[in-house]
């Protein structure tokens, strides 16, 4: 991660998204960010990209950009809406927010709906198996294929997306609102 250039990203992004993807009727300029002080960030409630802790602080290395690339600007204070992952992009475009923050991945359907940021993080597909992977399973044709495999991902995630391309039967898919 180059962190003067995902900062740099960022002040730019935030500008796009704001202006790019709430309704009409809210008011989501940078020029309201300013004024009032405060940016409004909507979350994923996941470490590692942000959270609050049991003290209610507000960590996570999504938050420590955020609050990086808002000091040239002046924006000190951060208001955070705590959202279920699939509500991180509506949310975006409802105005309840000026930026979310959660790993979302950047697909081709999402930039139609906003703006993103400089990749912060890549991070491939991977499965969580019992020690000593006894199914003897290595992508998801194996899932699809194994009748006895069960897949879990978090709903509307692209892993659960991609479980689903690879054909692996929906009756053998559990998802879960969050990780």
């Known amino acids: ?75 000190q204070k951060i208001d955070v809406v705590i959202t279920q992952f699939p509500a991180l992009i509506p949310g975006l475009q409802a105005g309840r927010f000026d930026a979310a923050t959660g790993g979302l991945y950047i697909t081709p359907q999402r930039c139609k709906l906003v703006s993103f940021t400089e990749t912060t993080l890549k991070v491939p597909d991977a499965a969580i198996v019992r020690a000593g992977n006894p199914k003897n399973i290595r992508g998801f044709a194996d899932i699809a294929n194994k009748k006895d495999v069960i897949f879990g991902a978090t709903r509307g995630s692209l892993t659960a997306k991609h479980a689903d391309m690879a054909g692996v039967p929906k009756d053998r898919q559990i998802l879960f609102q969050d990780n």
């Open 1 to 75: 991660m180059r962190l003067s250039g995902s900062l740099k990203a960022l002040m730019m992004a935030a500008a796009m998204l704001v202006i790019g993807s709430a309704p009409a009727a809210a008011d989501n300029s940078l020029e309201r960010i300013k004024k009032e002080g405060k940016f409004v960030v909507g979350i994923y409630n996941q470490a590692p990209w942000g959270w609050r802790d049991a003290s209610g602080e507000l960590k996570g290395f999504d938050v420590d950009i955020i609050k990086e690339a808002l000091k040239p600007l002046g924006i």
